[in-house]
């Protein structure tokens, strides 16, 4: 398993002008959806920095508490998790409350829950439309309106949301995931106006496919909808989107995140950050 480096290096040398890059000491982070995939490397990262972390997410609560453990006890910082239902806009600002009661502040807010279904907008679920716009849309909403408050008052704050390929450019059998993800970029321009004078941050992260369980669940979907072996959806339908030809890994992601977190990233502020093998450069 990849390792962050833990912080350090020797205080003297001076020819490492970016040494301190991603120190999160001190600081606390939220981070939705992040027992499994890109949020659980985000999570890695912070707390490999020195920060304070909240989890959150779905899974085996037993697999959750080792998860929490091994983390606070690898990287010594404090880790809690907060079981809020991301369907639930009361739980997503109860958990934004938590960390200020439980951690003392909250520096850093990432929404990165989501989920996916695959099908023809006329055969589309209601159900499942209401659940992804719920997910991956709303809850970003209701985080952020409780996070900015706690922010404000500290002086500083970051808020990182996770987007998508598909918040920029669209394929089929996706309409409530890319209405969804498109609607997150828009939320993050105009949170980003109207904070950007308080010292807070409000950016995205679009990334390519990665592979991830949401990715793993997408090939069987996408197989039975478009009537492929799995093997051609890899290549020709996942994969074919990419360039590169590869997934996005978690730990490039994570390397994005730590900038966006840290005061390197302090003037990048309403921006989206492409990290899809050249997707949408296309």
Same mark, same amino acid.
């Given at each position: ?12 040398? *001076? ?87 439980? !951690?003392?502040? !909250? ?17 589309? /679920? ?23 408050? %706690?922010?404000?008052? *500290? ?16 394929? /089929? ?11 997150? !970029? ?27 369980? %949401?990715?793993? &669940? ?12 799995? +093997?051609?959806?890899? &290549? ?6 990419? /360039? ?6 978690? +730990? ?22 492409? %990290? ?7």
């Amino acid at each position: 398993m990849f390792q962050w480096p833990k912080r350090g290096g020797d205080a003297d040398d *001076q020819t490492l002008p970016f040494r301190d890059y991603g120190d999160l000491k001190g600081q606390v982070a939220v981070i939705s959806g992040s027992t499994s995939g890109i949020g659980l490397a985000f999570a890695r990262a912070a707390a490999a920095h020195g920060a304070d972390v909240v989890l959150n997410g779905l899974g085996d609560p037993a697999e959750i508490e080792r998860t929490r453990a091994e983390l606070e006890a690898s990287c010594g910082v404090r880790v809690r998790y907060h079981a809020a239902d991301m369907t639930r806009g009361d739980e997503v600002a109860d958990m934004v409350a938590y960390a200020k009661h439980q !951690l003392g502040r !909250l520096d850093i807010l990432v929404n990165n829950a989501g989920i996916q279904h695959v099908e023809a907008v006329e055969k589309f /679920p209601s159900d499942q439309w209401e659940r992804i716009i719920a997910i991956n849309l709303s809850s970003v909403f209701y985080a952020t309106r409780a996070a900015i408050p %706690i922010m404000k008052a *500290q002086g500083r704050g970051r808020i990182i949301n996770v987007a998508s390929a598909h918040g920029l450019v669209a394929s /089929p059998f996706k309409s409530a995931y890319v209405a969804a993800k498109h609607g997150v !970029l828009g939320f993050t321009k105009t949170v980003a106006l109207e904070v950007a004078q308080d010292n807070i941050t409000c950016n995205a992260i679009c990334p390519g496919y990665v592979e991830t369980p %949401i990715v793993e &669940k997408q090939i069987a979907d996408q197989a039975r909808t478009r009537g492929l072996s799995k +093997e051609q959806v890899m &290549k020709d339908v996942i994969l074919g989107s990419q /360039p590169t030809k590869k997934f996005v890994t978690t +730990e490039q992601l994570a390397g994005m995140f730590l900038y966006l977190a840290s005061d390197l990233g302090g003037s990048a502020n309403g921006a989206h950050f492409s %990290i899809d093998g050249g997707w949408t450069a296309q």
